[in-house]
């Protein structure tokens, strides 16, 4: 298991290089880049002084390992110095945003928050709804609730989350006024009626996410319970007389849970380039959100940081969801 | 011996057995109809629905107007016709799904056979295939058409240069699962006696591929193929969706929709129709993928 956790974590590595290769160097060399449009009025001595401030003067290569040494070492460095009063990156420079000039690991650290709390929030109402709804489906396999199932889980495949996102703007918050349509970032929950408000603002994005997450998982949950229930295991657990609750809820479920905790692990980068749609169309002002204003203001650092943040957490989730089969599952082993 | 004169039934063909099957699916049938109108809709309808032309003066005048006969889905901030513009930005969205898909399936079904036919090829194409799928596809979307979008629309036409660089964008990053499934398939099939026997006789492995391997992974490929459309309209409106696809003069079903968001309180029809028939679109699709998977699929077949 060590080794097999070492070997990945080593594999990861030229993974993540060639990743982040590609996306400074798609950013990087693509046309439109901010460097033209500096307007023509600028004089040129000024337009390049403007250039050196931001280091864009400098050969390709220089700049892509000056970025990953502040990625990879300059970044957790602070970190570490800001937890515990050391002192490693004092002077150095950390990547800064070029719309703000603030590091762009602060505003991550700003945005994160945000996302965490609805995002976290939807893909937890999306589990708990798509788990019941897996296990009575396959329990009762053809009825007409594992039809309606099946048929709500193609509805949350089909319909993108930025339309039935906007059905809900309009059904609960134009026409029935429940909820509020944008998401108030600035509001803080001290007390019961602020919480209550936190609470209603939520409502909308974690609905809109929660149900495209649940139906994904609810067919991995259906599925997974149906290869279980004929297997040779249930039929000793009910000839030995024991009732159906705790065969299907004792030996099926936590058979069944193996291949769908390791979905869900996988989902869990996934959600975050839906939570772009979602964030943006609700306005919650998330790490997504950023992604977009940065995209939209030509801020290459911020660009770059987050779309390589997204790829971290993809590979690393993908070694957590192969760690986890193997935990679980004792038939696999790695070694 | 057995009696020869009396000859058996004859066998059904293939198509028929699969066709036989298809229809005992009901969502794949109504998906089949419902994409067949949607198709013959977008692409009959603007010959039979031509909006009138009207004067700026004219058109301001009807700006914002609800269904009437005139006007049978009402107009938008314009003054244009709805309904027509839905009929052409169901073209476009077809289009883009279509494409896209074909782009993506060839490139995947060439990656695949080549990682599973050439040993020596396999790991390298692989771990390509691998980081692809780690790439952060709409982030990575966005970024490229903000950035080459302007300079292809200076070389291609702003019509043209959005619809290429789309299509090009979703096409290569959703190759991968095409790939793995092809190569998986060419593992086993290159192991067959059928395959062994060209090989004796001394066929290529160009010829191997095209005449004995192809043919064989055709079924899976069509299963991908049609969640590839799904995928990729569903791609393409997430990009016009963030006002980063395609022109507003040359709309797609997104666009229309990113449009009617401002007026979403006061007209939602405007980014219901569109919504609705995304949906519609992808429902349909993978309903009939869904419907394929089984009716290509032997073991389930004849049941």
């Known amino acids: ?335 | 011996m057995t009696d020869t004169t009396s000859a058996p039934p004859r066998p059904s063909s293939p198509r028929h057995e699969i066709w036989q099957q298809f229809r005992t699916h009901k969502g794949a049938l109504f998906g089949l109809i419902v994409i067949g109108l949607l198709i013959f809709a977008v692409l009959i309808g603007p010959y039979l629905w031509v909006p009138e032309k009207l004067t700026v003066a004219q058109a301001i005048k009807l700006k914002n107007q609800g269904p009437s006969l005139r006007f049978p889905l009402g107009t938008d901030q314009l003054g244009r016709d709805m309904l027509g513009r839905m009929l052409l930005a169901g073209r476009v969205s077809l289009a883009v799904g279509l494409v896209a898909m074909v782009i993506a399936i060839v490139f995947g079904t060439f990656v695949g056979t080549m990682a599973g036919y050439f040993r020596r090829l396999d790991g390298l194409l692989m771990r390509l295939t691998d980081m692809f799928l780690a790439l952060p596809v709409i982030p990575l979307l966005l970024v490229m058409v903000m950035l080459f979008r302007d300079r292809l629309a200076g070389v291609l036409g702003p019509e043209l240069g959005a619809f290429t660089l789309i299509v090009f964008a979703i096409g290569i990053t959703s190759w991968m699962a095409t790939a793995r499934i092809v190569r998986g398939e060419v593992l086993t099939l290159k192991e067959r006696e059928y395959v062994l026997a060209a090989r004796s006789i001394g066929a290529r492995p160009n010829r191997i591929i095209r005449r004995h391997i192809l043919p064989n992974v055709v079924s899976p490929v069509m299963v991908a193929a049609t969640l590839g459309v799904a995928e990729a309209i569903i791609t393409e409106s997430v990009l016009s969706f963030f006002g980063l696809g395609f022109p507003p003069d040359f709309p797609t079903w997104g666009r229309l929709l990113y449009d009617g968001l401002q007026y979403m309180q006061v007209y939602p029809e405007r980014v219901i129709w569109p919504g609705v028939a995304i949906s519609l679109t992808v429902l349909s699709v993978n309903y009939i993928g869904d419907g394929l998977r089984d009716a290509l699929d032997p073991r389930i077949r004849g049941r």
């Open chain 1, 1 to 335: 298991m060590l080794t097999f956790t070492l070997r990945r974590l080593l594999l990861a590595i030229p993974t993540l290089l060639v990743i982040s290769l590609v996306i400074f160097l798609l950013v990087d060399l693509a046309p439109g880049s901010p460097m033209s449009e500096i307007p023509l009025t600028v004089p040129p001595e000024v337009r390049k002084k403007m250039i050196e401030a931001l280091g864009a003067d400098q050969p390709v290569f220089v700049r892509y390992v000056l970025w990953l040494r502040q990625f990879f070492w300059v970044e957790p460095a602070t970190l570490f110095d800001g937890w515990f009063g050391t002192h490693l990156a004092e002077g150095e420079q950390r990547i800064l945003s070029w719309q703000s000039r603030s590091p762009v690991f602060t505003i991550i650290g700003q945005r994160l928050p945000q996302t965490m709390t609805v995002i976290g929030t939807a893909y937890l109402v999306g589990i708990l709804i798509a788990l019941p709804i897996g296990i009575y489906s396959a329990y009762r396999q053809y009825s007409i609730f594992d039809q309606g199932g099946t048929l709500f889980a193609m509805l949350g495949f089909s319909v993108p989350t930025f339309f039935s996102g906007t059905l809900f703007i309009i059904i609960f918050a134009v026409w029935l006024g429940w909820f509020p349509t944008k998401y108030d970032t600035t509001l803080s929950v001290t007390d019961w009626q602020s919480f209550l408000k936190q609470a209603k603002q939520m409502a909308l994005p974690v609905m809109t996410l929660g149900l495209a997450n649940a139906a994904t998982i609810s067919r991995y949950m259906r599925s997974s319970m149906l290869d279980n229930m004929t297997q040779d295991y249930v039929r000793t657990a009910r000839a030995k007389g024991m009732t159906e609750r705790i065969v299907v809820l004792k030996h099926v479920l936590r058979n069944s849970l193996i291949p769908v905790v390791t979905v869900i692990a996988l989902g869990i980068p996934s959600i975050f380039g839906g939570a772009i749609i979602t964030e943006n169309l609700f306005g919650v002002n998330g790490i997504g959100a950023a992604l977009i204003g940065a995209i939209h203001a030509n801020d290459l650092p911020m660009v770059q940081t987050l779309a390589f943040i997204f790829a971290v957490l993809i590979v690393l989730f993908n070694l957590i969801a192969d760690l986890l089969y193997g935990l679980l599952d004792p038939r696999i082993r790695y070694d």
